[in-house]
C-alpha cells in the first residue's frame, strides 16, 4: 500500500495511472465536444460529462497529492544523473501545476453565467459569487492552451521513462507498473 524509499506503493500506482487515463479521457472528450453542433446527439451530454468527470477529478488530485505529500518519494535510481534529477523535478511540479489551473478555468469557464455545475447529476457545485468582465472568454484560453501544453509535457514525460527503460535500461518505469525491484537487487545493480 505504502511507498517504501525504492518502491511505489500500490496507492501511489494507482493513483498514477488513474490520472494519466483521466487527462488523456478529458482531453479527447475535450477537445471532440467544442466542435459538436446543437442538433448532435452528444451535444448536451458531453459537456455534462467532461465537467462532471473533470470535477470528481479534481478530488482524485487533492488525494493524490495528500498522498504524496505524506509519503516517502521512492530515491533516485543510480542511473538517474544530476540532470535528469533537476529536469523531472521541474516536470512534475509543472505536470501538477498544470492539472489545476486547468481544473480552476474549466470551472470559471463553466460558472461564468453564475450557475453552478452539477456533477453526474448527484449533487452541484455552486458557482462563485461574482464573476470578472469575459471571464468566459480569458478562462476559456486559458483551459484550451494549458490543456494542449499538458498534454505536450506528459508526452514528455511518458518518453523520458520509455528512454529509461528502453536505453538506461533502468528500473524508472518498472517502479510505477508495480515490477519495480527492491532496494537490495538495486544496490546489487550499482555495484555491477
Ligand atoms: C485535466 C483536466 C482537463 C483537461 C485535460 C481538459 C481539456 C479540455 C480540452 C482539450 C477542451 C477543448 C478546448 C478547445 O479546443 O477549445 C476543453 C473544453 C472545456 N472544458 Fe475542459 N479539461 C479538463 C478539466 C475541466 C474541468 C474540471 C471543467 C469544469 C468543471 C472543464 C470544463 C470545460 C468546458 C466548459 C469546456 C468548453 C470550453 C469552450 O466551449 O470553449 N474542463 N477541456
Not at 525504492?6 to 466542435?35: E, N, P, Q, R
Not at 518518453?159 to 518498472?174: C, Q, V, W
Request: aromatic share 10%; proline share 2%.
Amino acid at each position: 500500500m505504502n511507498n517504501t524509499s525504492s518502491k511505489y506503493g500500490l496507492v501511489s500506482i494507482f493513483l498514477h495511472w488513474l490520472s494519466a487515463l483521466t487527462i488523456i479521457g478529458l482531453f479527447a472528450l475535450g477537445y471532440y465536444m467544442v466542435d459538436l453542433t446543437y442538433y448532435h446527439e452528444w451535444y448536451k451530454t458531453a459537456p455534462e460529462l467532461h465537467k462532471s468527470i473533470g470535477l470528481v477529478f479534481f478530488l482524485l488530485m487533492v488525494m493524490r497529492l495528500a498522498w504524496r505529500v505524506t509519503q516517502i518519494t521512492p530515491s533516485h535510481l543510480p542511473s538517474h544523473s544530476a540532470v535528469e534529477r533537476k529536469l523531472g523535478k521541474i516536470i512534475h511540479s509543472l505536470l501538477y501545476l498544470l492539472i489545476f489551473i486547468i481544473m480552476i478555468s474549466g470551472y470559471l469557464i463553466s460558472t461564468a453565467d453564475g450557475r453552478g455545475i452539477a456533477v453526474f447529476e448527484l449533487f452541484d457545485v455552486p458557482a462563485l459569487g461574482s464573476s470578472i468582465e469575459n471571464q468566459e472568454d480569458i478562462a476559456g484560453l486559458v483551459h484550451k492552451w494549458l490543456a494542449y501544453l499538458l498534454i505536450a509535457l506528459s508526452a514528455l514525460h511518458a518518453l523520458a521513462a520509455l528512454k529509461h527503460h528502453f536505453i538506461d535500461k533502468d528500473n524508472t518505469l518498472n517502479r510505477i507498473i508495480g515490477k519495480g525491484q527492491t532496494l537490495e537487487n538495486i544496490n546489487e545493480k550499482t555495484v555491477n
